[in-house]
């Protein structure tokens, strides 16, 4: 799999799925997928707490997180905050 910008492709994917790059990594998602579906994927549940989401370059608080629907072709970056140094 090369870089991130190689292996984005288009929006609608096949069999009601969108195309979206989560973390550099092209994800099919299923259509209505939103940004806390994301997030239960990647962290679990209890797993938002420290948690920062970025679609296309701008944060989503996290009170719409259930409100931002993805439609495919986004780049979503979830970051986050680890203690210690």
């Not at 549940?45 to 072709?73: F, I, S």
């Amino acid at each position: 799999m090369g870089p991130p910008s190689e292996t984005r492709v288009g929006a609608q994917g096949d069999g009601g799925t969108v195309t979206v790059v989560v973390n550099g990594q092209t994800r099919q998602l299923p259509v209505g997928v939103t940004v806390a579906d994301v997030v239960r994927a990647l962290a679990g549940d209890e797993g938002a707490r420290g948690v920062a989401v970025a679609v296309d370059g701008e944060v989503v608080p996290r009170g719409r997180w259930d409100d931002v629907a993805l439609a495919g072709g986004e780049r979503i970056e979830v970051v986050r905050a680890v203690q210690g140094g």
